[in-house]
């Protein structure tokens, strides 16, 4: 959907993943701080995508199946095509429809460490 270089994966995939073996998939949410603190996929890593080569180095070397996800899906593909253009694309996947599409078909939201719930 992105272009060459980008394997996607869909939310009943990661489900099932992180089901199967949690310790074995390294989930990367590539939003803002703001975005990040409003909710996320249970055990995700906050990396907003401005910062993603300051960590080129660890992402490379982690042998872990890294799943990298935004709201929709547009900015993870970008971090994931940086990443293949860099040879880290073989371990790398996008979650298709992002945080948007894992909620709507009923995955767990919840809120980072140290957040406060609203409302």
């Known amino acids: 959907m992105y272009g060459t270089g980008i394997k996607e994966i869909d939310a009943d995939t990661l489900a099932a993943w992180l089901a199967e073996d949690r310790e074995a998939v ?4 590539v939003r803002s ?5 409003r909710g996320v996929i249970p ?8 910062l993603l080569p300051l960590r080129l180095e660890e992402l490379a070397s982690d042998p872990r199946r890294t799943v990298l996800y935004c709201r929709s899906g547009s900015r993870s593909a970008q971090a994931c095509r940086y990443l293949a253009e860099r040879g880290r694309d073989g371990r790398v996947w996008n979650l298709r429809g992002g945080i ?5 078909r009923g995955y767990r939201i919840a809120l980072p460490a140290g ?3 609203v409302g």
């Open 115 to 117: 957040a406060e719930a």
């Open 26 to 29: 390294r989930l990367v949410d």
């Open 43 to 50: 055990g995700a890593e906050p990396l907003p995508l401005h």
């Open 33 to 37: 701080p703001a975005e990040f603190a």
């Open 100 to 104: 948007l599409d894992w909620a709507r």
